[in-house]
């Protein structure tokens, strides 16, 4: 699937119900994570976090929340993305989607994001838009109910324009 055909739209309370259905199918438990209904209004409502959902024609087929959205810091964290049918490619195409906004719509210089080492489909999606592997960051996540390794991936602005 080509990022082309893909849109992304910027999420609201009404998306919500299907932000949590979809960061609930199978298999993402150990992936992703789970918020509840209110950490996700909370998080829609901070100002620090902007959501985004993509739609193929009118079907929603995957979301993204990035944290610290036009942050001072320059600096955009890719907190959690998720495709509702994975290995398909609509995770590349959302991820360029998502850099495109980011670096259109905010002056980050620098997106970053966290992968787990045993997500070798996830890294290659991320490789394969230009994310670099920066290193190790040991018990990191605190995720269902355990300290997880995560790699940490970056992309900065300058590396950007070979993909926009």
């Avoid at 998306?15 to 960061?23: K, L, N």
């Avoid at 509702?84 to 989607?97: E, S």
């Amino acid at each position: 699937m080509t990022s082309d055909k893909l849109q992304l739209f910027r999420g609201t309370d009404e998306d919500i119900a299907f932000v949590m259905a979809t960061e609930r199918l199978s298999g993402y438990e150990r992936l992703v994570g789970r918020w509840s209904e209110a950490q996700h209004r909370s998080a829609l409502a901070d100002g620090r976090h902007a959501y985004f959902i993509a739609r193929r024609e009118t079907e929603a087929i995957g979301f993204a929340i990035v944290r610290d959205w036009s942050s001072a810091e320059r600096i955009a964290h890719i907190k959690r993305i998720v495709v509702c049918d994975p290995g398909r490619g609509d995770g590349k195409a959302l991820l360029i989607k998502l850099a495109q906004a980011i670096f259109q719509e905010t002056d980050a210089y620098r997106i970053w994001l966290g992968v787990f080492p045993d997500n070798a489909r996830a890294r290659r999606a991320y490789e394969a838009v230009g994310f670099q592997v920066e290193g190790l960051a040991r018990g990191n996540a605190f995720f269902a109910g355990e300290h997880r390794d995560e790699l940490v991936m970056a992309l900065l602005r300058p590396d950007w324009p070979a993909q926009a």
